[in-house]
């Protein structure tokens, strides 16, 4: 079992900076992948950005040159950092870890339980 805590959301003007944290409990952080997802108001959850076990990053096209997430293995960790912020940027943000057993090729995915990020005009 995993355990995912966020942290770093809050309240920003556009064109402001926030860097969000997901610190994880357990032994499998380093051969897990790693992302970034956000739900708006009314809106479905979506992928904005992603990281492999090996470091391998992808993002979603709307965050593209302003986001760019990192992990440190070290600390069980992997961060968002988020700059040039807009308002359609407001949502809470999980963090999600994808783990495949090498026994059984199970997919197993945890989440955090989110952190507000809201950002105004």
């Known amino acids: 079992q995993l355990q995912l805590v966020e942290s770093g959301g809050g309240l920003v003007q556009a064109g402001g900076s926030l860097r969000l944290s997901c610190t994880t409990s357990?032994?499998?952080?380093?051969?897990?992948?790693m992302g970034w997802y956000r739900q708006g108001p009314g809106n479905q959850r979506e992928l904005v950005a992603a990281i492999t076990k090996g470091g391998t990053t992808n993002y979603a096209d709307s965050v593209k040159d302003r986001f760019t997430i990192s992990r440190d293995n070290a600390k069980n960790t992997v961060y968002l950092q988020m700059n040039s912020l807009v308002p359609e940027d407001t949502a809470v943000y999980y963090c999600?870890?994808?783990?495949?057993?090498?026994?059984?090729?199970?997919?197993?995915?945890?989440w955090g339980q989110g952190t507000q990020v809201t950002v105004s005009s």
């Open positions: 999600n870890a994808r783990f495949t057993s090498p026994f059984s090729s199970k997919v197993y995915n945890y």
């Open positions: 357990g032994s499998i952080f380093s051969i897990s992948d």
